[in-house]
């Protein structure tokens, strides 16, 4: 594994690369809000991934390689996020399909981004549906307008005790259901099982 700097109109991020020997495909995933890349989903799904010969990049974004914990705004997020995919292009996927995803915040990134990055598909680890209550009471709207622009398969695996909810699943979606809360610690097993699966089925 070997990490580089990549400089984004918010500073630099950091890739981690995870390569495999002859990549049919590379996986880029970004951590949760407050989280890093080493995050226990991030890492059970980078071994499935690898082990289905699917090279994989964790991508920092740069208010985390500042040392800051609280994330940029969305539109910071996507910017710093469709850099980093441009030079990865450039210099690493050499051309092969390139599946996006994350956890948490991270997963809607990649979906904001999907189209612009020009994803095979998207991973959705523990995608943050619908948001807690605002401190007057009121319910913010649902993120699932997030899940639904994208436009090519996604899967989303989900904790079944998820205080975010759960999203629908739909012809293009996939909802793979764990043993989990928000964290999706409660199942690792079952999170690698469904990324590893699901990239067989996209890369056929």
Not at 121 to 140: E, S, W
Not at 151 to 173: A, E, K, N, Y
Not at 185 to 197: C, E, N, P
Request: charged residues 20%; aromatic residues 2%; contains cysteine.
């Amino acid at each position: 594994m070997s990490a580089s700097e990549i400089e984004t109109p918010q500073g630099p991020a950091r890739a981690h690369l995870h390569p495999v020997t002859s990549p049919r495909a590379w996986l880029l995933l970004g951590h949760g809000a407050g989280g890093g890349v080493a995050a226990r989903d991030l890492v059970a799904a980078t071994d499935a991934a690898r082990a289905a010969d699917v090279g994989v990049v964790l991508v920092e974004q740069p208010y985390r390689v500042a040392g800051r914990r609280s994330p940029a705004p969305a539109r910071q997020l996507d910017a710093a996020w469709l850099a980093v995919v441009g030079e990865l292009r450039r210099e690493v996927t050499a051309g092969l399909p390139l599946v996006v995803g994350g956890r948490s915040s991270g997963a809607r990134v990649a979906c904001r981004t999907a189209g612009p990055a020009g994803a095979a598909g998207v991973v959705c680890l523990a995608f943050p549906l619908q948001p807690p209550a605002r401190r007057d009471g009121t319910i913010p709207p649902s993120r699932l307008e997030e899940l639904e622009a994208v436009t090519v398969p996604v899967l989303v695996v989900q904790g079944t005790r998820d205080r975010f909810g759960m999203p629908p699943g739909s012809p293009l979606r996939s909802v793979v259901e764990v043993s989990a809360d928000h964290s999706l610690r409660g199942d690792l097993a079952a999170v690698g099982a469904a990324v590893g699966t699901w990239l067989h089925e996209l890369l056929a």
